[in-house]
T-cell receptor
């Protein structure tokens, strides 16, 4: 059963703590993306990766870090430097992320709440 | 000015009605256009791509006007299950990659 999985679905964090959100895909997609969504707003791109061992900052990368050691996995770390981390985090993947933008498929998301 | 602008709604329509959503984009170099549907507290899912000639998928029709930088989505014979937020999505070029820019969505509620 192919798809994108994210875990956990809900995450609570104390201020000052780093936390890592998991994203895994078995679609054999080259490109993966992380977005955050705040109430009443569109998705904003945090980081993206077009290929293993390479990733690029998106529009709001400050306070976040990522790694892409395996094609299937693109974990996102929300660090204590992120001023307002409470949001809905969405991971996506596409066949390729180069010249032609393919359709992006989304995981079910992780809701992060900072207490 | 936002790169992709949508009327946030909410649009409340009776079952069976026809409803249209509009979206404008600011980057004239944009090449690909999409409508995504997002149910409450769920992830966005692709509804349809938008092609220059306009395209139809069942009750849904999407149109693109490049000159006016405008995209539309028409839903005919609306069903209760159409209730969702509809996101207008446009690509843009950033460095070596093309990325997607999302509008903030238009909320639709279909009433019985």
């Amino acid at each position: 059963d192919g798809g994108i999985t994210q875990s956990p679905k809900y995450l609570f964090r104390k201020e000052g703590q780093n936390v890592t959100l998991s994203c895994e895909q078995n679609l054999n997609h080259d490109a993966m993306y992380w977005y955050r969504q705040d109430p009443g707003q569109g998705l904003r791109l945090i980081y993206y990766s077009q290929i293993v061992n390479d990733f690029q900052k998106g529009d709001i990368a400050e306070g976040y870090s990522v790694s892409r050691e395996k094609k299937e996995s693109f974990p996102l770390t929300v660090t204590s430097a992120q001023k307002n981390p409470t949001a809905f985090y969405l991971c996506a993947s596409s066949v390729q992320g180069g010249w032609r933008t393919d359709t992006q498929y989304f995981g079910p998301g992780t809701r992060l709440t900072v207490l | 000015r936002k790169e992709v602008e949508q009327d946030p709604g909410p649009f409340n329509v009776p079952e069976g009605a026809t409803v249209a959503f509009n979206c404008t984009y600011s980057n004239s170099a944009s090449q690909s256009f999409f409508w995504y549907r997002q149910d409450c507290r769920k992830e966005p899912k692709l509804l349809m791509s938008v092609y220059s000639s306009g395209n139809e998928d069942g009750r849904f029709t999407a149109q693109l006007n490049r000159a006016s930088q405008y995209i539309s989505l028409l839903i005919r014979d609306s069903k209760l299950s159409d209730s969702a937020t509809y996101l207008c999505v446009v690509n843009y070029e950033s460095g070596s990659a093309r990325q997607l820019t999302f509008g903030s969505g238009t909320q639709l509620t279909v009433l019985p």
